[in-house]
C-alpha cells in the first residue's frame, strides 16, 4: 500500500519538492469526492499513526480565489490530521481548475491499492463519463453495446481500450463480463463487500441465488467461513437438495428463462439459437447419461 502517514509530531515537512505546510483550517474538502466510502477501522489506524508520527506525503490542493485550498488528493490523509488534532499539514499546490481536479480524482482512485470492486467500478464509470461526454446514467449501457460490437464502433471502441490501458487494471472485456456486474448487487452485499468482511467472489456467488436466499447464504458465508465451492453447495441445496449438480446449468436456465429473444439484435439472437441448438442436440444424443451420473 502506497505511504499515506509518517513524518513528525511537530508536523515537518520531509517529503517532495514542492510541498509547503498549510493550516487545516484554510483547507476544504472536495465538495464531489470520487471516494464515497472509508473504512473507520482503516481511519481510525491512520489517525493513532499522524497523532504519534505526523503526516509525512503531503496531499495535493488546489487555490481558491478568497485565498483559501480546496482538496484534490488525500482526504483520507485530511480527515486524519485532522482527528489527530494537527493544525498544519504539508500540500502540494497545483493551480488547476475543478474539472481538472475532479479528473486527477477520479484517476487516482482507481489507482489505490485497497481499492474494492465497487469503487473501481463506480470511479471507471465516472472516468469514462467525462471522457467520452456520455450522461453517467449511459454508460454502462453504453460500454456494453460497444464491447459487444467493437467492429461498428471502432473509434468509441479505441477511445475505450485507451482509458483502460491508461488506468492499467485490466481490459474493456473484463469490465464488462465482471466489473459490472457489481452494480447489480443488494445493499446489504454491497455492504459487507465495502467493509471487506466478504471477497468479490463470494459475494458474487451469493448474487446468483434467488434474492429471497441472499440473507442465508451471507450469513453462511461469513458466519461459517464457507469457500466459494460451499456457497454453490448451499445454495444448491436451497434450491432443491441439486448438491451434486453444477451451479452453471441452473444459472444458465435461469438466464434464457428470463431473456426475451425477440429483443435482441438479429446477430446476437442468430448465435444465441446456434449454441442452443448445439446444447439440445448434445443432450438428446445420450439423455440418460446425466440421470445415471446422479443416482
Same mark, same amino acid.
Given at each position: 500500500?502506497?505511504?499515506?502517514?509518517?513524518?513528525?509530531?511537530?508536523?515537518?515537512?520531509?517529503?517532495?519538492?514542492?510541498?509547503?505546510?498549510?493550516?487545516?483550517?484554510?483547507?476544504?474538502?472536495?465538495?464531489?469526492?470520487?471516494?464515497?466510502?472509508?473504512?473507520?477501522?482503516?481511519?481510525?489506524?491512520?489517525?493513532?499513526?499522524?497523532?504519534?508520527?505526523?503526516?509525512?506525503?503531503?496531499?495535493? &490542493?488546489?487555490?481558491?480565489?478568497?485565498?483559501?485550498?480546496?482538496?484534490?488528493? +488525500?482526504?483520507?490523509?485530511?480527515?486524519?490530521?485532522?482527528?489527530?488534532?494537527?493544525?498544519?499539514?504539508?500540500?502540494?499546490?497545483? @493551480?488547476?481548475?475543478?474539472?481538472?481536479?475532479?479528473?486527477?480524482?477520479?484517476?487516482?482512485?482507481?489507482?489505490?491499492?485497497?481499492?474494492?470492486?465497487?469503487?473501481?467500478?463506480?470511479?471507471?464509470?465516472?472516468?469514462?463519463?467525462?471522457?467520452?461526454?456520455?450522461?453517467?446514467? @449511459? &454508460?454502462?449501457?453504453? &460500454?456494453?453495446?460497444?464491447?459487444?460490437?467493437?467492429?461498428?464502433?471502432?473509434?468509441?471502441?479505441?477511445?475505450?481500450?485507451?482509458?483502460?490501458?491508461?488506468?492499467?487494471? +485490466?481490459?474493456?472485456?473484463?469490465?464488462?463480463?465482471?466489473?459490472?456486474? &457489481?452494480?447489480?448487487?443488494?445493499?446489504?452485499?454491497?455492504?459487507?463487500?465495502?467493509?471487506?468482511?466478504?471477497?468479490?467472489?463470494?459475494?458474487?456467488?451469493?448474487?446468483?441465488?434467488?434474492?429471497?436466499?441472499?440473507?442465508?447464504?451471507?450469513?453462511?458465508?461469513?458466519?461459517?467461513?464457507?469457500?466459494?465451492?460451499?456457497?454453490?453447495?448451499?445454495?444448491?441445496?436451497?434450491?432443491?437438495?441439486?448438491?451434486?449438480?453444477?451451479?452453471?446449468?441452473?444459472?444458465?436456465?435461469?438466464?434464457?428463462?428470463?431473456?426475451?429473444?425477440?429483443?435482441?439484435?438479429?446477430?446476437?439472437?442468430?448465435?444465441?439459437?446456434?449454441?442452443?441448438?448445439?446444447?439440445?442436440?448434445?443432450?438428446? @444424443?445420450?439423455?440418460?447419461?446425466?440421470?445415471?451420473?446422479?443416482?
Amino acid at each position: 500500500m502506497r505511504a499515506a502517514f509518517l513524518g513528525t509530531p511537530a508536523e515537518q515537512q520531509r517529503d517532495g519538492p514542492g510541498a509547503r505546510m498549510l493550516p487545516l483550517g484554510k483547507i476544504s474538502a472536495m465538495p464531489n469526492q470520487p471516494r464515497r466510502y472509508f473504512s473507520p477501522e482503516s481511519l481510525t489506524e491512520l489517525t493513532r499513526s499522524v497523532r504519534e508520527r505526523g503526516v509525512l506525503q503531503p496531499i495535493t &490542493v488546489r487555490p481558491l480565489p478568497d485565498g483559501t485550498f480546496a482538496l484534490v488528493l +488525500g482526504e483520507r490523509r485530511l480527515r486524519a490530521a485532522r482527528e489527530a488534532g494537527l493544525t498544519q499539514i504539508p500540500a502540494i499546490v497545483r @493551480d488547476i481548475g475543478e474539472s481538472e481536479a475532479l479528473d486527477l480524482a477520479l484517476f487516482e482512485n482507481t489507482q489505490r491499492e485497497d481499492l474494492n470492486p465497487y469503487e473501481y467500478a463506480q470511479a471507471t464509470l465516472e472516468l469514462i463519463s467525462r471522457r467520452m461526454g456520455w450522461p453517467l446514467e @449511459d &454508460v454502462p449501457a453504453r &460500454v456494453r453495446l460497444i464491447e459487444r460490437q467493437q467492429e461498428e464502433h471502432p473509434e468509441e471502441a479505441a477511445q475505450l481500450r485507451a482509458l483502460f490501458a491508461e488506468i492499467g487494471r +485490466g481490459t474493456l472485456t473484463n469490465f464488462v463480463k465482471q466489473g459490472l456486474r &457489481v452494480l447489480k448487487l443488494s445493499a446489504y452485499l454491497l455492504d459487507e463487500l465495502q467493509r471487506g468482511a466478504l471477497e468479490y467472489t463470494k459475494v458474487l456467488a451469493i448474487s446468483g441465488a434467488p434474492a429471497e436466499h441472499h440473507r442465508e447464504l451471507l450469513r453462511a458465508a461469513l458466519e461459517e467461513g464457507l469457500s466459494v465451492s460451499g456457497i454453490h453447495a448451499r445454495r444448491a441445496k436451497l434450491l432443491g437438495g441439486q448438491g451434486a449438480m453444477s451451479p452453471t446449468p441452473q444459472r444458465v436456465a435461469r438466464l434464457i428463462q428470463k431473456t426475451s429473444f425477440d429483443k435482441l439484435e438479429a446477430p446476437r439472437r442468430e448465435r444465441l439459437e446456434r449454441l442452443l441448438l448445439q446444447v439440445e442436440q448434445l443432450l438428446q @444424443d445420450n439423455p440418460g447419461k446425466g440421470k445415471r451420473g446422479r443416482s
